[in-house]
C-alpha cells in the first residue's frame, strides 16, 4: 500500500496503524473480511467475533430474537485491542492476519467510511502524519474499489437477513446470522443468486 516500500517505512506505517487502528479494534468490518478470514484459520466466525448494540439507523445492524435485539459485528477484542494483534517480546504490537486483515485494516491510513480515499488525523498516533501522496495511487484505487463492493454487499445482507428474520416465527442468534453470512458469500462467489432465492 505505501509507496516507499523500504524497511524502514514499511516498520513505521506497521507502528502507527497498530498502535491507532489495532488497539481499539478492527473497524468497518464486512461480511467478506469476516467469511476471508473464517475460511483462511479454518475457524466458525462466532470464535473470533462479538456483537455490539446497533445505534439507529445502522445499515450494518443484525435483527435477532424476533426483532427483540438489533447489533453490530465485529472482530473480537482482548484487553490489548483487537484479537488478532499480536504483542512482541519487545511490547510492541502487530497484525496476525497479515493479507487476510479486513480490508479498512491494510488500507490504513485511508478511512474508508465515505468511499473516498482520504486520510483522516489519528489522535492517538504523533509518530508520522500520513498523506495521500505516502501511498501507492493504484493499490489504494483497487482496495477502496474492493471495500465499496464488500461494503455495499455486506449491506444488502444483513437488510435480506432483517427481513427474514422479520417473517420468522424461530428465534434467531448471531450464529445463525453468521452461517446465513457463511453461505451467501459462497453464493456470491459462484455467481449464484442469494440461499433464499437458490433453496425457494
Not at 481499539?24 to 484459520?41: E, F, K, Q, W
Amino acid at each position: 500500500m505505501l509507496s516507499d516500500q523500504s524497511t524502514s517505512a514499511r516498520a513505521e506505517w506497521q507502528s502507527c496503524r497498530a498502535r491507532t487502528r489495532c488497539t481499539r479494534g478492527a473497524r468497518y468490518v464486512t461480511g467478506a473480511d469476516i467469511v476471508r478470514i473464517s475460511r483462511t484459520l479454518a475457524l466458525e466466525p462466532w470464535k473470533f467475533t462479538q456483537t455490539a448494540p446497533a445505534t439507529a439507523g445502522d445499515p450494518t445492524g443484525i435483527v435477532l430474537d424476533k426483532g427483540r435485539r438489533r447489533v453490530t459485528l465485529k472482530l473480537a477484542n482482548a484487553a490489548h485491542g483487537c484479537v488478532f494483534s499480536i504483542l512482541t517480546p519487545s511490547g510492541a504490537a502487530c497484525c496476525g492476519l497479515g493479507d487476510i486483515a479486513p480490508v479498512a485494516c491494510r488500507i490504513f491510513p485511508i478511512d474508508p467510511k465515505d468511499g473516498v480515499p482520504r486520510v483522516r488525523p489519528e489522535r492517538t498516533c504523533d509518530c508520522h502524519e500520513w498523506k495521500l501522496e505516502d501511498l501507492d495511487r493504484g493499490a489504494v484505487v483497487k482496495a477502496m474499489s474492493t471495500w465499496t463492493a464488500d461494503r455495499d454487499h455486506w449491506f444488502e445482507l444483513v437488510e435480506r437477513w432483517n427481513a427474514l428474520a422479520a417473517e420468522s416465527d424461530e428465534e434467531s442468534d448471531i450464529k445463525d446470522f453468521q452461517r446465513y453470512l457463511l453461505e451467501a458469500q459462497s453464493a456470491r462467489e459462484a455467481g449464484a443468486g442469494w440461499p433464499e432465492d437458490v433453496t425457494a
